[in-house]
């Protein structure tokens, strides 16, 4: 895989209501992060369109269509190949409804990277375990790697995990399979009624060996978010520095 600078690292989420809003900040952060997300908000608000606007507006970033597919194979093989038309770089399946979903994606991929979801960054330990999930398994650490090891087998790129599983993930399955991960909080960004669990700084999930990171509220809400995207980028690079010495 080709080195990425600091800014082609962070993924900023466009959690937001409307087409407007999502270009603004498309304009606003095109030059300090390398992907824009597009979740269940933007596109159940816009549809395709959006896809078509973010790259109108931002021809050099990539765009990540977080639809976190979960449904019978056979449903989420049309899905993909309706998201694989629409020229994506990311598509995101759960990884937890087993191989049957996790081999459609990947049949109707095309040049889409899929991403498996292991284990959401708002749940805790406690909270899989009042989900119904074994014990032996209910430790985010011990599950996240279980489910990375389906979404390997099955050929995905790679996951997306806490940076607390990001270093074991890279141990088992190697540099070349993707992690990408949220519930990045740098110590200066809080979030009002923050519903995230797993969390790390960009530091500490870029050192645990994360690709990429997901920040989105922390630049989002920032009273500047071009200098909060900045100070992520420049905590990525020391990150980075101290990784390749
Ligand atoms: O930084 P912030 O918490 O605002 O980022 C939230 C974004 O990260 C949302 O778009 C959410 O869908 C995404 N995300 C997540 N946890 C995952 C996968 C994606 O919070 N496991």
Redesign the pocket.
């Known amino acids: 895989m080709k080195t990425l600078t600091a800014e082609e690292r962070i993924i900023f989420?466009l959690?937001l209501p409307t087409m407007e809003e999502a270009v603004d900040y498309v304009r606003l952060l095109k030059d300090h992060v390398g992907v824009f997300?597009v979740?269940l908000e933007l596109f159940v608000a816009c549809g395709p369109d959006v896809i078509r606007a973010i790259k109108m507006e931002a021809p050099e970033c990539k765009v990540f269509l977080?639809m976190k597919f979960h449904d019978i194979p056979q449903t989420v093989k049309r899905a993909q190949r309706a998201a694989s038309r629409l020229g994506v770089d990311f598509i995101t399946v759960h990884c937890d409804e087993g191989r049957g979903l996790l081999d459609a994606a990947v049949q109707e991929a095309g040049e889409v990277a899929v991403l498996g979801?292991t284990v959401?960054?708002?749940l805790s330990k406690e909270d899989l375990l009042s989900m119904g999930i074994a014990p032996e398994l209910a430790d985010p650490a011990d599950l996240v790697l279980h489910r990375a090891h389906l979404a390997h087998l099955a050929g995905l790129r790679g996951v997306?995990c806490s940076g607390l599983e990001a270093r074991s993930v890279k141990e088992r399955f190697g540099r070349d399979f993707l992690v990408v991960t949220?519930?990045?909080r740098p110590r200066e960004g809080r979030?009002a009624g923050d519903d995230?669990k797993r969390v790390v700084t960009p530091y500490d999930a870029v050192t645990n060996g994360a690709d990429y990171i997901?920040?989105?509220?922390?630049i989002?809400d920032a009273r500047n978010p071009r200098e909060a995207a900045s100070a992520v980028a420049r905590e990525i690079e020391r990150a980075a520095a101290l990784s390749d010495a």
């Open positions: 989420p959690d997300k979740g977080d979801v959401l960054t708002s997306v949220p519930g990045i979030v995230q997901v920040v989105g509220r922390p989002r």
